[in-house]
């Protein structure tokens, strides 16, 4: 007889992984492509080149009161006239499309091959609540943190306008998307997601040049909306080892069937420039027709890890559909010979964690908040 888990995933009819089959590279290829042009949009070319230069004037040895180096670092991404035709209306660029890291990076690890967070970041300063860039170099961690509007704007009504027209979108379409028509995009091109999903794969461009970190420990980072950001990249780029979406709610790990707040299609109807235009096919409120849900992403992690939080009091994020979204892609995980997630034959409950595996989650009091408790429990798992 089947668990409760298994029960409850049933009842809410989410669709069978394998399709019919097993999990082949060409299955995985399949899952991706499906989600991704029907959800988000396709993640733009990578660079032809990046160049990465330190920012002098900006280096600080004493960081957090001695623990840390601070230094940011210039990424200047040189782009094909192809993949970006928009260079053409800019030509002082002369094809370079730049934003800026802010690099954390422990004391005292000489010798040592160290962990990394590339964060997906709101706001410039650290002490933001959503990174907990301290707590991460005190653990001994380095962080490499950019701000998301930096690469494409949000495009809010009524803030946050002083990068309008100055994002990778304008060189992608030839115009902002804020400027754009719905339909000039195209069925799968890209939200504003995909284009901050590439920042984070420049920052992994980054990384690569640094021979302190340990490649098998290197985690992308989100909170909400860059939480759906962190599982995108994730999914696509296999050297993030480690994935971590905090709050990622609906179109991020969060099961769409039978969500209890959110889903594809008020998503869609809510932020209609995070998503591509095929999302409007299957964001049907009452009768759900995608032929995938988000388990397909993240079931794509895998082999790799994958830690998922939440907490009790969020207004956005259905705790529960995120919980068995991580079920659900549970095996595949088991297939390719990874723990998977381990938890007993129950639903979670506040304060439980479950950290034994490759897909790891746990439960918190709280809001809609990324908080140290959460970096703190990351943290010990990664």
């Known amino acids: 007889m089947p668990g409760i888990i298994e029960r409850e995933l049933q009842k809410r009819n989410v669709p069978n992984i394998f399709s019919g089959g097993g999990w082949t590279e060409q299955r995985r290829a399949e899952v991706l492509q499906l989600v991704t042009e029907n959800v988000y949009g396709v993640i733009p ?14 280096r600080d040895e004493n960081y957090f009161c001695g623990k840390a180096v601070f230094k940011k670092i210039i990424a200047e991404c040189f782009l094909s006239d192809k993949d970006y035709p928009g260079l053409a209306s800019r030509p002082e660029l002369n094809g370079r499309f730049a934003f800026e890291i802010s690099c954390y990076l422990p004391k005292n690890t000489e010798g040592k091959k160290i ?7 709101y706001r410039e300063s650290h002490d ?3 990174l907990s860039a301290e707590l991460a170099v005190s653990r001994g961690a380095a962080v490499f943190a950019f701000r998301y509007r930096h690469i494409v704007n949000d495009y809010p009504e009524n803030d946050h306008r ?3 027209g100055e994002g990778l979108d304008r060189l992608y379409y030839g115009k902002s998307m804020k400027e754009m028509g719905r339909d000039e995009r195209g069925p799968s091109g890209p939200g504003t997601i995909p284009f901050w999903a590439w920042g984070a794969m420049r920052v992994m461009d980054y ?15 989100g909170h909400s909306r860059l939480a759906k950001t962190a599982l995108l990249a994730g999914a696509h780029d296999t050297r993030f080892t480690h994935v971590f979406c905090n ?6 790990v969060a099961l769409s069937r039978g969500d209890r707040k959110q889903n594809l299609f008020n998503m869609s109807q809510w932020h209609t420039l995070w998503f591509c235009e095929n999302i409007n096919k299957f964001s049907l409120p009452a009768n759900q027709t995608e032929p995938f849900d988000q388990h397909f992403l993240v079931a794509c992690v895998a082999p790799r890890k994958i830690y998922v939080a939440n907490s009790d009091d969020d207004a956005f994020c259905d705790e529960l559909s995120e919980f068995l979204s991580l079920a ?6 088991k297939l390719l010979g990874c723990a998977g997630l381990s938890r007993p034959d129950r639903l979670p409950v506040t304060g439980d964690r479950f950290a034994e595996g490759s897909a790891a989650y746990h439960l918190r009091p709280g809001k809609h908040s990324f908080a140290d408790e959460d970096w703190r429990m990351f943290l010990d798992w990664l």
Do not use: M, W, Y
Request: with cysteine.
């Open 45 to 58: 070319p990578a660079p032809v080149n990046v160049k990465f230069t330190e920012k002098e004037d900006e």
């Open 128 to 130: 933001f609540h959503n």
């Open 207 to 221: 990384i690569e040049t640094l021979d302190f970190v340990d490649r098998g420990r290197v985690a992308v980072c």
């Open 247 to 252: 709050a990622s709610c609906a179109a991020g």
């Open 115 to 121: 962990a990394a967070a590339v964060a997906i970041h």
């Open 162 to 164: 002083q990068f309008d």
């Open 328 to 333: 659900a892609a549970d095996p595949v995980f």
